[in-house]
């Protein structure tokens, strides 16, 4: 079936890319996964959604209320694992909506029933670590972070990678010559030995990990975006909007650049890939997140070390496979969208 003559090209992009059926569907699901991550407060918290007692109603996973309030003895927060709690909310007219996994990703259950690391149960549907706290929850809010990094190191990569990939190709000569040098220079630091060195001065946190990981991870994109600049700068149209004194930022921005983004689109899927990877295998190592912050590559390292526990690193290790073969169907789907040597005639 061709595409329609008066259809836009983003138009008669989307529509090949949704007639790529492995590629579309990989993004709904990958979608619909990061939407339940995002909303993993209500699909797998140790706090109830509502509760109603005595008569009044409460919303704990929003504020918090002390142990008294539902007739225990302490002025501390509510443990709602607590037997005692349970069954206070068990009695009549009283009500707790818990949600679908009642646990977090700290959740500590001082009532279990098996030592830790314990294996699927009904309580714990994908068992617990070896410090006791539920897999689920540790997956659900791990790949949360994980995708959410991707995301920013990814959009800080694009930005870097187009602005020096622009500027070398548009201007060329000694500026894109000056830019190489530099980028080999650059590209040659130990990047691995810089996050070690960091890491030993300067206290974990994702901000900094970000940083770091942003000043090497541009350099990829760059040089694709500078290989369509140089092609794209010798067309008619650069040229006549050059004879006419349009200034340069505006050939780049409005001209050269929409006509570059190919490249830069295609390869979104795959730098996340590559952003996720970088983030567990630093977790991994030790050198990633804080410690207590949920984490894929914790989780590894967890399972490398509990090889009896074969639940936590099966369950890990699925999720991630899960995820970036479902970022390489849509990679793949892109690339072929926007391959004009595969557009329909």
Sequence with gaps: MADAPSLSPARRAWLRFKRNRLGFWSLVVFCALVLLSLAAEVVSNDKPLLARYDGRFYVPIIKT????????DFDTETDYLDPFIRQQFAKPGNWAVYPLNPY????LNYFAKSPNPAAPSADNWFGTDDRGRDLLAQLIYGFRVSVLFALALTAIGVL???????????FGGKTDLAFQRFIEIWGAMPELYLLIIFSAILSPSVGLLLVLLSLFGWMG????VRAEFLRNRQLDYVKGA???GVPSRQIIWRHILPNSMTPVVTFLPFRMSAAI???TSLDFLGLGVPPGTPSLGELLSQGKNNIDAWWI????????????????????ALRDALDPRKADR
Aim: proline share 4%; no cysteine.
């Design 65 to 72: 209320y002390p142990e008294k309030t539902f007739g225990g």
């Design 104 to 107: 977090g990703p700290g959740t």
């Design 160 to 170: 870097l990678g187009i602005a020096a990939g622009a500027v070398q190709g548009f």
């Design 221 to 224: 994109l760059s040089d694709y």
């Design 242 to 244: 050059r004879a006419l």
């Design 277 to 279: 990877l970088a983030l």
């Design 313 to 332: 690193s099966l369950s890990t290790f699925g999720v991630l496979v899960l995820t970036l073969l479902l970022l390489t169907f849509m990679g793949d």
